[in-house]
């Protein structure tokens, strides 16, 4: 089962967030602390991602769209989105995923457009009203 990667702009995640099958999954390193992140959103540090990429396909059961990003979604996001594919690949069976999406311009561009930044300490994030 062949899956790719799709991009998905900051206004579209923006209208789909509200889904329940969605997780987004920041995977900044230490920026997350300071800079804040998208409610909501999962943290998986791309420095560790591989190590943790099964507690992460736990974390997410039940949901069908994973979407990656990391601050410009130009190294990082896209790199631990390729290695979900490869994972999931592998895997015997059906984690019920069927989307990996990117997002685009990442966290940064996300904020320069004005959309929710969330800046609680909480882990994981349990905002789920922006
Ligand atoms: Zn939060």
Not at 14 to 41: C, F, M, Q, T
């Amino acid at each position: 089962m062949a899956r790719s990667i799709s991009y998905v702009t900051g206004s579209q995640l923006l209208s789909l967030k509200r889904r329940p099958n969605i997780a987004i999954i920041d995977v900044r390193d230490d920026e997350r602390s300071y800079d804040g992140h998208i409610a909501g959103s999962l943290h998986y540090a791309s420095d560790t991602f591989s190590e943790k990429i099964s507690n992460l396909i736990q974390e997410v059961k039940g949901k069908d769209t994973l979407v990656f990003h990391c601050a410009l979604s130009q190294v990082r996001g896209p790199t631990c989105a390729r290695k979900i594919v490869n994972y999931l690949e592998e895997m015997k069976e059906d984690s019920g995923i069927k989307n990996i999406w990117v997002l685009e311009r990442g966290f940064n561009g996300w904020e320069a457009s004005g959309r929710p930044v969330c800046s609680c300490t909480d882990i994981p994030c349990k905002d789920e009203s922006a």
